[in-house]
Nanobody, 120 residues
Framework: EVRLVESGGGLVQAGGSLRLSCAAS????????IAWFRQAPGKEREGVSC????????YHEYSAKGRFTISRDNAKNLVYLQMNSLKPEDTAVYYC?????????????WGQGTQVTVSS
């Protein structure tokens, strides 16, 4: 059974930083692209960043470019999302998801999410 567990969320002031972690188990980690999504209250879920399985290439949506960094540690089955210069509009539940076909393809497995709250 594939299991994804997010951690690292919390309350931070605007301009601050957080590092989210996604711990994966029950899968051949190297074969999966891992993405971060977020969903704010009353809004649709949106993609944030993804790191590919084939060559580890990172991809960031416009809202994350220049502020967020995604990385993976295949030896530990972990993906990190380093978030800097946080803004109140980054407040959301952040989810990680796994896809075998690569970034941008169907994500079959999802974590339960971790809350990020950025105060102004």
């Amino acid at each position: 059974e594939v299991r994804l567990v997010e951690s690292g969320g919390g309350l931070v002031q605007a301009g601050g930083s957080l590092r989210l972690s996604c711990a994966a188990s029950g899968l051949s980690f190297d074969d999966y692209a891992i993405a971060w999504f977020r969903q704010a209250p009353g809004k649709e879920r949106e993609g944030v960043s993804c790191i590919d399985n084939s060559d580890g290439s990172p991809y960031h949506e416009y809202s994350a470019k220049g502020r967020f960094t995604i990385s993976r540690d295949n030896a530990k089955n972990l993906v990190y999302l380093q978030m800097n210069s946080l803004k109140p509009e980054d407040t959301a539940v952040y989810y990680c998801a796994a896809a075998t076909a690569g970034c941008g393809y169907k994500y079959d497995d999802w974590g339960q999410g971790t809350q990020v709250t950025v105060s102004s």
